[in-house]
């Protein structure tokens, strides 16, 4: 994992696309406390991929974002989820094995055990900097 340190929009701009250049698809595990800017982040490469107005997921569960090109992104922030049964009802694993170009999860240890072919994308704030690690 390589560490890129951020403090304006402009650099997590440059480096969503450092990261949608390195980082073709996947599903990624976003780390990171409240408030580390995980959101910010995942909505900048989607902005990046051609969505206009990303937003968080937070009280939707899951963000469908149909590119221009017919691909696929979600965005998940399982923050509220309480158990795995949930995660069942909803067809998490679907999402997980759909042909998405990108499935970003937050919270993902709230999904542990559907969470086995993962990549992990970091988050977190030190010395009033955003450090984002993939």
Do not use: C
């Not at 691909?71 to 923050?79: A, C, I, K, R, T």
């Amino acid at each position: 994992m390589k560490a890129y340190s951020v403090s304006t929009l402009i650099e997590i701009e440059a480096v969503a696309q450092l990261f949608i250049a390195t980082h073709e698809s996947g599903v990624f595990e976003v780390i990171g406390e409240m408030g580390a800017g995980k959101t910010t982040f995942i909505s900048e490469v989607v902005r990046q991929l051609g969505e206009e107005s990303p937003s968080s997921p937070t009280y939707s569960l899951v963000n469908e974002y149909e590119l221009a090109s017919g691909e696929v992104v979600y965005h998940f922030d399982l923050y509220r989820i309480q158990d795995t049964n949930e995660l069942v009802e909803f067809g998490f694993e679907d999402y997980l094995y759909s042909e998405a170009k990108y499935v970003f999860i937050e919270w993902p240890e709230k999904a542990a055990p559907f969470l086995e072919k993962t990549k992990q994308l970091r988050i977190r704030e030190a010395a009033g900097m955003r450090v984002i690690e993939f």
